[in-house]
């Protein structure tokens, strides 16, 4: 098998495509978790503790004298340690509205799976008359 057919086989399997929808949907999901917790969360979170903003959180490493990260930045070295903290916070709402989703999902998935079996289906007649016959000639 050539390299090129091997490749083809590989890429038009069903496993690869439906993980290339998930990594743009996973992209696109982590943009809309990004903003809401840039735009509404943090927000609120500033507000309730009297305009705190963890992203002009630094410690300035060669000896700036800035108020703002950005223009620490520009005068020298800087560990943004507030930065890491937004980030963390935005993977911990996404990994809490990611395990929403899964949880719904799965619930989802078990209501039409119960439903089916808890009820058998009737026996059809003829089986039943035949059952009968078969009962009856037994005696």
Known sequence: MSFMSEFKEFAVKGNVIDLAVGVIIGGAFGKIVDSLVSDV??????????????????????????????????????????????VSLNFMILAFVIFLMIKQINRLKREPAAAATAAPPATPEDIQLLREIRDSLKR
């Open 41 to 86: 969360i943090m927000p609120v979170i500033s507000k309730i503790f009297g305009g705190l903003d963890f992203s002009n959180y630094f410690i300035p490493l060669a000896g700036q004298t800035a108020s703002t990260l950005a223009d620490a930045r520009k005068e020298g070295a800087v560990l943004a340690y507030g930065s890491f903290i937004t």
